[in-house]
């Protein structure tokens, strides 16, 4: 079964996450083993939960991310090296609806390969500081948390705000039996 062999569903999760994100970001990614995730809340501002479904099973794939993480990422995706731009709420939150959508891509291709014909819903995209999902299903939710490191920029900035950008990928993903 694909949850539980040698190269199973969170390989394939954290594979397809360091060849997007890689794609697009120029700096080290730390990609941290994954875990179970505990509870509903999720751990960054802005959030996309993309489902994934076949005729053997149903999931979804949420990305969060912290709001240096998700405008670092934005740079990056709409060509803006020298940080002149501002992003409004709209454009960050359709970034993250983006990689997501980019993932489940990824996700796609790679769960095909392994002969698991898989369709892709819509992403839906939220902004906040207390945000909470529930994954449907029955499995526990696993998450790799992923984090870089940005330069600040002031000297103030570097005083108060940490350096560390963090995203977190959570995925759950249920047989239908």
């Known amino acids: 079964m694909l949850f539980r062999s040698k190269n199973g569903i969170t390989e394939i999760v954290t594979g397809s996450v360091e060849k997007m994100l890689g794609f697009y970001l120029e700096k080290k990614l730390v990609i941290a083993p994954p875990t179970i995730k ?3 809340k999720i751990k960054g501002e802005f959030l996309a939960v ?5 005729p053997k099973f149903i999931g979804t794939v949420a ?5 240096e993480f998700c405008l670092a990422l934005a740079r990056a995706m709409l060509g803006d090296a020298e940080g002149t731009q501002t992003f409004s709420e709209h454009d960050r939150l359709d970034v993250v609806s983006e990689i997501s959508n980019q993932l489940a891509g990824i996700l796609q291709e790679q769960l095909q390969a392994k002969g698991f014909d898989v369709n892709i819903g819509l992403p839906r995209s939220a902004h906040g500081h207390h945000l909470r999902f529930i994954h449907p299903g029955r ?5 790799v948390c992923l984090s870089m490191e940005l330069p600040k920029k002031g000297f103030l900035k570097r005083l108060i705000s940490s350096s560390v950008q963090t995203s977190t990928i959570e995925f759950c993903f ?3 039996a």
């Open 38 to 40: 505990e509870g509903d």
């Open 174 to 176: 249920d047989s239908v």
């Open 63 to 67: 990305i969060s991310m912290d709001e």
């Open 139 to 143: 499995n526990q939710v696993s998450e």
């Open 50 to 54: 993309i489902p994934l479904s076949s």
